[in-house]
């Protein structure tokens, strides 16, 4: 997994690059915990490169979200597959933040 980001003025943008296993969720918790030391009012998560969420990838999302929404900060995700975007939609998960294939 590779994991970057930049910020252009009030909006960060957040790259995520191949398979998130569960290898790899402590360093996703640890750079979005990072991430929430920034200031920004909207993050974009890019997820184009990542062929597969897990459970527990989806329990960090939320619970950045949960982290953002306290702080009045808007969060989407772009880029997901068919099957990611048919994931977030079963969970619901669109109906908190924007998902868009």
């Given at each position: 997994?590779?994991?970057?980001?930049?910020?252009?003025?009030?909006?960060?943008?957040?790259?995520?690059?191949g398979e998130v296993?569960?290898?790899?969720?402590?360093?996703?918790?640890?750079?979005?915990?990072?991430?929430?030391?920034?200031?920004?009012?909207?993050?974009?998560f890019d997820l184009?490169?990542?062929?597969?969420?897990?459970?527990?990838?989806?329990?960090?999302?939320?619970?950045?979200?949960?982290?953002?929404?306290?702080?009045?900060?808007?969060?989407?995700?772009?880029?997901?597959?068919?099957?990611?975007?048919?994931?977030?939609?079963?969970?619901?998960?669109?109906?908190?933040?924007p998902v868009e294939?």
């Amino acid at each position: 997994m590779e994991f970057s980001y930049h910020q252009t003025g009030e909006v960060v943008q957040v790259k995520i690059c191949g398979e998130v296993g569960q290898e790899n969720i402590p360093e996703l918790m640890k750079q979005m915990r990072l991430l929430l030391t920034k200031d920004f009012r909207e993050v974009v998560f890019d997820l184009t490169e990542v062929p597969g969420i897990t459970s527990a990838m989806i329990g960090k999302f939320l619970m950045f979200y949960k982290n953002t929404a306290a702080r009045g900060i808007r969060m989407r995700i772009n880029g997901v597959n068919k099957g990611i975007y048919g994931y977030f939609q079963t969970l619901r998960i669109n109906e908190l933040f924007p998902v868009e294939p």
